[in-house]
DNA sequence: CCTTGACCTCAAGTGAACTTGAGCATTTAC
DNA sequence: GTAAATGCTCAAGTTCACTTGAGGTCAAGG
């Protein structure tokens, strides 16, 4: 069997993980991944970068910035290779973020549907017009971060 | 009474909404908003703008872009002032996005359940190795943006 | 009147997360 | 052994949604 199947090339581990090349390298050059080289200077890849990858990918649906995930990816064990263990403690991190997520759209779906049902699109009552939620949902760069308020002006 | 209780100056809007004096002047070279002068120059906001910026807060937390804000608010009626029923047409159409958008993270955080629980992180179950529904959450540009696959380099 | 705070324009800058392009090297399959 | 596919670097460009700065004007209270 040939290398291959333990080392992957930028193209592979880019059809894997639905990553394009460039991102790719520009994860590399940010140091939230790493490579070896081939002797003619080519990238290779250990497959467990492929877990590594998907978890930059979730961690940014769940709204983390890549400078959050590199913090993240930092508590990993540094001697070994990190276990199925180390990915699911990193994982649970996000939890309580996912959840106050769900939470928030939630409210303003409830909130629109109040709004929608009655008719008042009141400055008291209705979603539209209480900024405070909506600012905790969407901070500065970073949409679907919740404990920046908005800051003015 | 003073002229201020109709017109409202771009400070008085932003405080009103939370949005930055220079966001406001922003949407209005956008488009999005709009301001009748003084003889000085100065801008004068209809009070109906207070509900067209809150409209542009909220859509954008449910994943609009101003783009998409803009052509929403394109379907408001022409010659007279939006009322009430208008504005909840229009966030109506918002539902099923937030429909889908909370139905996604629900899914997210169920894997991550199972996967905690398990210990699996398996390339088959796991969330974190199936990148179709984290795609489908993240779009290029615009997070939370639900209908455009990721494309591959 | 006059000062002071709010407002004006316009161009340029910011930051996040990548992408694109030019020009060149390596690998792999035939 | 060679051609096509894939890979390399580095600098610059892109998009979105604003912000900042310079240099100047307007308006409201005292």
Not at 84 to 95: G, P, V, Y
Not at 103 to 111: F, G, I, P, Q
Request: with cysteine.
């Amino acid at each position: 069997m040939p290398a291959t199947t333990l080392e992957l090339t930028i193209g592979a581990l880019s059809e894997r993980t639905g990553v394009t090349v460039s991102a790719l390298r520009f994860y590399e050059a940010e140091g939230l991944i790493a490579s070896t080289r081939t002797a003619g200077g080519q990238r290779r890849f250990h497959r467990e970068m492929l877990r590594r990858v998907s978890f930059i990918r979730v961690a940014q649906t769940v709204g983390l910035s890549l400078e959050e995930v590199r913090t993240a990816l930092a508590s990993l064990p540094e001697g070994r290779t990190p276990d199925e263990k180390d990915w699911a403690t990193l994982s649970a991190s996000w939890r309580p973020r996912l959840d106050q997520q769900i939470a928030m759209m939630e409210r303003l779906r409830d909130r629109l549907e109040r709004c929608i049902g009655c008719g008042c699109l009141s400055l008291k009552v209705c979603a539209m017009f209480n900024p405070e939620d909506v600012a905790a949902l969407r901070g500065p760069g970073a949409r679907f971060v919740i404990d920046e308020p908005a800051k003015r002006s």
